[in-house]
C-alpha cells in the first residue's frame, strides 16, 4: 500500500574512525552562481528499470523526466545506474562513457530543455585516469537547468557484498572509490548534500554534509532486493532524523537482467523520519514538496546538532566542537 504523508503532492507509478573530509578545492566547488530564487518547492524522484540498453533506457528515463517538470518539479531526481546496468563489469567498462561523452550531452540539452535541475545518480564515468587504470568512477551527478554540470561526486564506499540467496557484486573489481566528499550544493529546493547507494550506511557521511550546510540529502541507488527489503526505509529514515535533511533517494527497480534485480520503493523523507512520497512497485516517479520554513523548525524545536559533544568523541568536518 502506498504511503503518502499529507506534505507529499502526488505519488505517480506507472505502474570513531576517520570522518570524511569535505573537500574546499575549487574544483569540487559549485560552478554555477547559487540560484536567485527562494529554496524549496516540488521535486520529482524518478524509479526505472535500466538495462544494458542505454537507448531504452534514455527514452524511458527521459520521458519521466519530462513528465516531472510538466507537473511542476523544479529539480528532477534519477537513481543509480540510470545510463545503464551491465551484464558483467567487463560490459560495464565496455559501455562506460567520459563526461563530455554523448549521455551526459543528452541530459545537459534535457535539462535546458525542461527548465529543471538534474541530479543523476551513479553515472558509469571514464575518468581522466581510464587509460592508465582501466576502472571507471561510479558518478553522482548534478546539473542545472541551464544544462550546466554544478558538481561531480564520485562514490566513496563500494560495494562488494556475498549474501545468502543473492549473487556475489564486487564493485571495487572494476570501480576505482572517489577520494572527496563535496560541499553541499545551493540550488532552488534548497542546499543538496551528494552521495550514491552503499554510501546511505556509513552515517558519519550525512553528518558531515550536514554540518557543513546540507537540507538535503540524496542517496540515488540500486538496492538489492535482500539488503532493500530488510534495510532500505528504515536506513534513509534514519538519516533524516539524524541530520533533520530531507532525504530524497531515487531508486531502481525491477529484473535488470538474469542475474540481477533492484529492490525499488524510491522515496522522500522529511527532517522528522516521514515518508512523504514513495513508489512501489515498477517504473514511475513521485513528487514531494520541500519545506524549508518545516525543517527549521525541526532543528529549533529539537537541536541536536548543537548538543553534539565534540569535546568527547569528536568533530566531523562542519561541525563545531562544544
Given at each position: 500500500?502506498l ?9 505517480c507509478?506507472s505502474?570513531?574512525s576517520?570522518?570524511?573530509?569535505i573537500s574546499?578545492s ?15 518547492g516540488?521535486v520529482a524522484?524518478?524509479?526505472v ?30 537513481p543509480?545506474?540510470?545510463d ?6 567487463q ?6 562513457e ?7 550531452g543528452r541530459?545537459?540539452?534535457l ?14 564515468e ?15 551527478l548534478?546539473?542545472d537547468?541551464?544544462g550546466a554540470?554544478?558538481?561531480a ?17 564486487s564493485?571495487?573489481?572494476f ?11 545551493a ?14 550506511r556509513f552515517?558519519?557521511?550525512a553528518q558531515?554534509?550536514r ?5 538535503i ?7 538489492t532486493?535482500?539488503t532493500?527489503?530488510?534495510h532500505?526505509?528504515v ?25 540481477r ?6 522515496l522522500v523523507?522529511?527532517?522528522?523520519g516521514?515518508?512523504v512520497?514513495?513508489?512501489?512497485e515498477g517504473?514511475?516517479l ?16 529539537l ?20
Open positions: 500500500m504511503r503518502v504523508a499529507p506534505r507529499a503532492l502526488l505519488c507509478p505502474r570513531p576517520r570522518a570524511p573530509h574546499s575549487p574544483r569540487a566547488m559549485s560552478l554555477s552562481p547559487a540560484p536567485a530564487v527562494s529554496p524549496g516540488v524522484v524518478v524509479q528499470t535500466s538495462t544494458a540498453d542505454k537507448e531504452h533506457n534514455w527514452r524511458q528515463c527521459s520521458a519521466l523526466v519530462r513528465r516531472a517538470a510538466e507537473r511542476g518539479a523544479r529539480a528532477v531526481f534519477l543509480e545506474g540510470f545503464f546496468i551491465g551484464d558483467s563489469p560490459q560495464s567498462l565496455a559501455l562506460a567520459p563526461l563530455h561523452g554523448d549521455i551526459v541530459y545537459r540539452q535539462a535546458k530543455e525542461c527548465d529543471v535541475w538534474l541530479s543523476l545518480g551513479g553515472f558509469h571514464r575518468g581522466e585516469d581510464w587509460d592508465s587504470t582501466g576502472r571507471i568512477y561510479n558518478c553522482h548534478l546539473l537547468n541551464s554540470l554544478v558538481a561526486y564520485r562514490k566513496l564506499h563500494l560495494f562488494d557484498a556475498a549474501l545468502p540467496g543473492a549473487p556475489a557484486l564493485e571495487s573489481s570501480t576505482n572509490p572517489g577520494r572527496e566528499l563535496l560541499p553541499p550544493i540550488t532552488p529546493v534548497g542546499k543538496l548534500g551528494l552521495a550514491v547507494c552503499y554510501d546511505l552515517p558519519e557521511l558531515a554534509l554540518g557543513a550546510g546540507a537540507q540529502l540524496t542517496f540515488p541507488s540500486a538496492f532486493v535482500p532493500g527489503a530488510a532500505w526505509e536506513l534513509l529514515r534514519a538519516r533524516a532524523i539524524e541530520c533533520q535533511c530531507y532525504v530524497v533517494a531515487a531508486a531502481q527497480t525491477g529484473r535488470h537482467n538474469p542475474g534485480a533492484s529492490f525499488g520503493h524510491s523523507a522529511d527532517p522528522w516521514t515518508v512520497a514513495q513508489c512501489q517504473p514511475g513521485c513528487l514531494a514538496h520541500l519545506d524549508l520554513a518545516y525543517l527549521e523548525q525541526v532543528r529549533q524545536n537541536p541536536v546538532h548543537g548538543h553534539r559533544r565534540g569535546d568527547i568523541y569528536g568533530t566531523l568536518p562542519g561541525t563545531a566542537a562544544t
